[in-house]
């Protein structure tokens, strides 16, 4: 089985920075070629926050403030986050697309999230 595990959240006065981290663990992984973070704030719908893959996309909203890299050895992505805003104040989820061997040794794509990071900014 593999799953993501997030880190790294937490309260923070606005303009301050967090980073989240997210490390993908469990059975063989072969690749992974899309790992990125959304986010949900109550009462909202949930939408992408970055995506690194072929490419690397940001939301409007983010964009010159979080910078969103990757460790393919480590299968892990993290979120620097700066200048954070009140209304970035959500639960942070990590997603990924990637290729892992289950028990016949056989090759599977998943998509998969993690649990969620709540990061809170106060004004």
């Known amino acids: 089985q593999v799953r993501l595990v997030e880190s790294g959240g937490g309260l923070v006065q606005a303009g301050g920075s967090l980073r989240l981290s997210c490390a993908a663990s469990g059975r063989s992984i072969v690749s992974n070629y899309r790992m990125g973070w959304y986010r949900q704030a109550p009462g909202k719908q949930r939408e992408l926050v970055a995506t690194?893959?072929?490419?690397?996309n940001y939301a409007d909203s983010v964009k010159g403030r979080f910078t969103i890299s990757r460790d393919s050895v480590k299968n892990t992505v993290y979120l620097q986050m700066t200048r954070l805003k009140p209304e970035d104040t959500a639960l942070y989820y990590c997603?990924?697309?990637?290729?892992?061997?289950?028990?016949?040794?056989?090759?599977?794509?998943?998509?998969?999230w993690g649990q969620g990071t709540q990061v809170t900014v106060s004004s």
């Open positions: 997603n990924a697309d990637l290729t892992f061997l289950d028990v016949g040794g056989y090759r599977r794509d998943a998509n998969l």
């Open positions: 690194s893959g072929g490419t690397t």
